[in-house]
């Protein structure tokens, strides 16, 4: 199968649009369907019964793609934690302590992984005699002020035929950045960020924190398809969440097979410790929206506790799609006529002559060919339209995998062209030009300012600001008196004269009611 040149074509009804996106995360559902029963892939926010209620556990998306200002290096994103309301203190967001996060790369196309990136983390609390996150301005990863930190240690596992040939610790200790608490409380984020990212031996470098969701899309489809309205498409759902993310680049020297067989396959899993000590797979994830999309309901959980060289015991989920019927009974888009090979060759075996390894095996894999140099421009649908350097040759933070997923299932490659989409064609904030790519998280003081402040307030002043009454000021009235302490005074906090304090919320109450 070739890659499918396109360029700009127009789109097609609102209709269309919807339909498109719920058959993006068929098709990409699908290819990792046929995979492998048990573990959860790519784009799975809360996709399966018992991870869902889990979230520390909880693969969301894993991106791979050639580093675009290092061509010589690949870079893997992979997210976990869904749904991070930025305001969601004060026990903020955390890696769990008992759980390893792996990145599995399998650089011969076997299903097998060769090569594991496995990251074990650390909670450390500095006070427990204070509900707060930190106690003061936060200006540096060590600031006696961050009162709850993490750490981590990355440990480089080589198999053979999923036996252990050697072990070696590659960091140990590295720092976590902290969740985006606010300005008052971190008036300098991006200098925090920038001391969590860390340079390791031989050329890799890694990261460990808080970052804006990276992924887009309207995930209203699961009323029914929208059910049949679609004049409200087009609402990025995950716009102002957050995610934790874990991102590794590494020299594409020391991932692939040779330069003769530069393409690699790369999913992650999450393990659990249980009760008696041993780990127990409890997610994975590779493709976008397998276990969401494709999986029926009893197959979710076992999906998320197997591995890709089991996918053949989901194959007919692929073949035989219960996505495209669903937007067929409800939008009457006929579905592509079954079995759908070209779904099974695309995302479960990679397109041939440009990701697909030799003598591959098939499985749920987002697989990368470390040799595709990026592309100067990227374009949204990537490989549909004649972009090599884009999904599903691995996958971009900007590629749309929702419009490319669903025009894909719904035949684009056997002959019904088509344009659909979810009307969410990029993430509601830039990534960044330089490793770790992806956003800056949210703070949890986002939002409109309260009514009476001004932009240009200092943020430490703005609620007292907000405070007062109506009537007061020079022309005389009562003042509301506000005792604060500024976020650089410590844990003291700001207090409010109790009458005061009332007024204000029954006033604010009344005005939203």
């Not at 789109?11 to 068929?26: D, E, K, N, S």
């Not at 020299?251 to 410790?273: C, F, H, L, Y």
């Amino acid at each position: 199968m070739t890659p499918i040149s396109r360029s700009g074509a127009s789109r097609r009804t609102l209709a269309t649009l919807v339909c498109g996106a719920l058959a993006a995360g068929g098709l990409a559902a699908a290819g990792a369907t046929a995979l492998a029963p048990g573990a959860a892939s790519a784009s799975s926010h809360r996709e399966a019964p018992l991870i869902s209620g889990t979230p520390q556990y909880d693969n969301t998306d894993v991106y791979a793609f050639v580093s675009p200002d290092k061509p010589d290096t690949t870079t893997i994103v992979a997210n976990w934690i869904p749904f991070e309301e930025p305001a969601g203190g004060p026990n903020f967001y955390t890696f769990a302590d008992d759980a390893q996060y792996d990145l599995h790369i399998d650089n011969n196309g076997d299903a097998q992984g060769e090569l594991i990136y496995r990251y074990t983390f650390k909670t450390h609390r500095k006070n427990g005699d204070t509900f707060l996150y930190n106690t003061g301005p936060v200006t540096s990863l060590d600031d006696p002020d961050l009162n709850i930190t993490q750490t981590y240690d990355i440990e480089l596992l080589r198999l053979h035929n999923q036996r252990l040939v050697s072990k070696t610790k590659v960091a140990d200790d590295v720092p976590v950045a902290p969740s985006n608490v606010g300005k008052a409380s971190m008036p300098d984020y991006a200098k925090l960020r920038h001391h969590a990212i860390s340079k390791l031996a031989g050329g890799t470098t890694t990261f460990a924190g808080q970052a804006d969701d990276p992924f887009f899309l309207d995930l209203r489809v699961f009323d029914l398809l929208y059910g049949g309205n679609l004049t409200e498409v087009g609402r990025d759902t995950l716009k102002g969440y957050n995610v934790n993310s874990i991102a590794l680049q590494v020299p594409n020297d020391m991932i692939r097979e040779s330069a003769g067989q530069p393409v690699v396959g790369i999913w992650s899993t999450t393990q659990r410790k249980d009760a008696r000590g041993q780990y127990r797979q409890v997610s994975r994830l590779g493709m976008p929206l397998v276990n969401e999309v494709v999986n029926p309901q009893k197959d979710k959980d076992k999906f998320n506790a197997s591995a890709p060289w089991e996918d053949a015991q989901f194959l007919k989920n692929v073949t035989n799609p219960e996505l495209p019927k669903l937007i067929e009974g409800i939008y009457k888009i006929k579905a592509p006529a079954e079995p759908r090979n070209d779904l099974v060759d695309v995302f479960l075996k990679g397109v041939k002559g440009l990701n697909q390894p030799p003598n591959v095996r098939p499985a749920e894999e987002l697989r990368l060919n470390t040799s595709i140099k990026p592309a100067m421009h990227p374009k949204r649908l990537g490989v549909l339209d004649g972009d090599n350097a884009g999904f599903p040759n691995g996958r971009r933070l900007t590629d749309d995998v929702i419009d490319a997923s669903l025009q894909v299932v719904e035949g684009e490659l056997v002959g019904s062209k088509n344009d659909l989409g979810d009307a969410v064609d990029k993430n509601d904030k830039k990534f960044e030009k330089y490793f770790p790519y992806v956003a800056e998280p949210t703070s949890g003081s986002r939002g409109a300012l309260a009514k009476g402040t001004t932009s240009g307030t200092d943020v430490r002043s703005q609620l007292g600001d907000a405070l007062q009454p109506a009537g007061s000021g020079s022309g005389g009235g009562t003042d509301t008196v506000l005792i604060a302490g500024s976020a650089a005074a410590g844990a003291a906090g700001i207090l409010l004269i109790g009458s005061g304090l009332l007024w204000w919320r029954r006033r604010m109450y009344n005005r939203a009611y």
